[in-house]
């Protein structure tokens, strides 16, 4: 059974940092995409950061440049996302996923695996 698990969420002053992972289990995905999406209450999930499958070629939402930073140890099978300068607008819940395509991938629709999610929320 394929599993992702996102860990390392919480509430933060803004200003503050988290570091989330996604530890996925069940199979590989060192071949594959995987990305971090957030979701608001009332909002569409929305794309926060991708990466391709080796590392070599990250996406981030304009947002967040400068500030998260998306990393994958493939040989834990495991996906990072840093998130620094935390904002009250980062508020959400972040959700893990790993995509059909190797390189990045923006879009819900090209993932085939989520994680349960993680609550993020940014204290002003």
């Known amino acids: 059974q394929v599993q992702l698990v996102e860990s390392g969420g919480g509430l933060v002053q803004a200003g503050g940092s988290l570091r989330l992972s996604c530890a996925a289990s069940?199979?590989?995905?060192?071949?594959?995409?995987m990305g971090w999406f957030r979701q608001s209450p009332g909002k569409e999930r929305e794309i926060v950061a991708t990466?391709?499958?080796?590392?070599?070629?990250?996406y981030y939402i304009n947002s967040v440049k400068g500030r998260f930073t998306i990393s994958r140890d493939n040989a834990k099978n495991t996906v990072y996302l840093q998130m620094n300068s935390l904002k009250p607008e980062d508020t959400a819940v972040y959700y893990c996923?790993?995509?059909?395509?190797?390189?990045?991938?923006?879009?819900?629709?090209?993932?085939?695996?989520w994680g349960q999610g993680t609550q993020v929320t940014v204290s002003s």
């Open positions: 069940g199979r590989t995905f060192s071949g594959n995409a």
């Open positions: 996923g790993a995509s059909g395509d190797w390189g990045t991938a923006r879009l819900p629709s090209q993932y085939n695996y």
């Open positions: 990466i391709n499958w080796s590392g070599g070629s990250t």
